[in-house]
């Protein structure tokens, strides 16, 4: 009788971690995977407020050039 231990195949011994995957998985997301969730959401938050608000600026500061500059007859 040939056992999976006695086998020279690496895989035929995976099943118990297959199950032991699946239950990971299906136990939904431990807290440091929403941490890192929250933290990648605030980064992109951020990231695009600080692009707004130099938009923002750049337009405003164009604004007030024109408006200072002497203006052509």
Known sequence: MVTAA????????LSGSVIVVESIVASGPTS??????????????????????????????????AANSPRRP
């Open 32 to 65: 440091s995977q929403l941490l890192s969730w929250v933290a990648i959401g605030l980064l992109i938050f951020v990231s695009a407020g600080v692009i707004y608000l130099s938009a923002v600026d750049w337009r405003d500061r164009r604004r007030r050039q």
């Open 6 to 13: 006695s086998t020279s195949e690496p895989w035929s011994n």
